[in-house]
């Protein structure tokens, strides 16, 4: 195990409060693209800036549709992977609350208790027109020729309960998050580019201190030099190594 491993868990397991703030790599060993990162086939041609926005979905609903039925059945088909339960396990060591940027789900699914979830969850739609939000579990096959989605109160277009940009945070999900940020003495911050704002503001607020903060990620970030331990390591190997190594200094 490196320097910068029991560096890691010697600040998590010493911490009196961790909060975990994840982003799309943490899931891109299930198989889900991350955002930044090519896209792949389909999607080549498309920047997450020209999909995610409320314009793209007024100007192409199909197409902003397809884009999330596909990745729907890229993450009932992936499924959590070793770091998301490697976390969920962490929370049971040490006091952990859990800040996400994804909409997939996968911490819940792996049994992280009270996930804030920044930027929505995809297996909600939300009406556009009476506002109506239901939850659906109902998988897709991408390259069908599907009609969309429909409002069960009143039958207007429904789109994914997720945040594009230019649009506004869940207020519940930002506050709790703010609120984990500055109770916590140690933030670990796991496979995001560090590169969207609010969520990036968070990690900002973080490193101005007291707190410490753990980057894991398998590149370098806006964030990497200020960290006090930068582990250049994917989340699914670096977790359970922490996990493994809090639990034997128990
Ligand atoms: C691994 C790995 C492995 C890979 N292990 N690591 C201040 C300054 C400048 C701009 C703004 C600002 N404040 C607001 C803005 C505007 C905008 C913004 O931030 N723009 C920037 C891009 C410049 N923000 C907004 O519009 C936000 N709203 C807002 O602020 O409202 C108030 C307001 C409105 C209007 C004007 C001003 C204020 C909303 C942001 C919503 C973002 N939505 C999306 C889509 C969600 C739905 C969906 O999933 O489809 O959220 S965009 C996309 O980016 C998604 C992600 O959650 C988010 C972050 O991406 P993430 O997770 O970091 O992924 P990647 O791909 O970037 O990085 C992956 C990382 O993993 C990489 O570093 C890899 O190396 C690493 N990695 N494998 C470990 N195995
Ligand atoms: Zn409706």
Redesign the pocket.
């Known amino acids: 195990m490196s320097d910068a491993l029991k560096a890691a868990a010697r600040l998590i397991a010493d911490a009196r409060r961790v909060v975990a703030l994840?982003?799309?790599?943490?899931s891109?060993?299930s198989g889900i693209p991350?955002?930044?990162?090519a896209q792949t086939g389909l999607w080549a041609r498309f920047s997450?800036?020209a999909?995610?926005t409320p314009e793209a979905f007024a100007a192409a609903p199909e197409r902003v549709w397809a884009w999330?039925r596909w990745?729907r059945s890229l993450i009932a088909r992936g499924g959590v992977n070793a770091?998301h339960r490697a976390l969920a396990e962490l929370g049971t060591q040490v006091p952990l609350e859990v800040v996400t940027?994804?909409?997939d789900g996968l911490h819940t699914a792996a049994g992280s208790p009270d996930v804030a979830e920044?930027?929505?969850n995809?297996w909600r739609e939300r009406c556009t027109a009476c506002g109506h939000e239901s939850s659906t579990a109902i998988i897709d096959h991408p390259g069908d020729d599907l009609a969309l989605p429909s409002c069960a109160q009143c039958n207007a277009l429904t789109r994914?309960a997720?945040?594009?940009?230019?649009?506004?945070?869940p207020v519940d999900a930002l506050t709790t998050a703010e609120a984990y940020i500055r109770e916590a003495d140690c933030v670990l911050v796991?496979?995001?580019?560090?590169?969207?704002?609010?969520?990036?503001?968070l990690v900002e607020h973080a490193l101005r201190g007291p707190a410490s903060v753990i980057e894991?990620?398998?590149?370098t970030?806006p964030i990497s030099g200020s960290v006090a331990v930068h582990l250049a390591?994917?989340?699914?190997h670096a977790l359970p190594q922490i996990s493994r190594r809090i639990k034997a200094r128990a």
Do not use: K
Request: overall charge negative; cysteine-free; hydrophobic content about 40%.
């Open positions: 994840t982003g799309a790599g943490i891109a060993e991350t955002f930044r990162e997450p800036e999909l995610a999330y990745r770091g940027q994804n909409v920044l930027h929505g995809i994914p997720v945040v594009w940009f230019g649009e506004t945070l796991i496979g995001t580019s560090n590169r969207v704002y609010p969520a990036a503001a894991i990620n398998i590149e970030t390591e994917s989340a699914s």
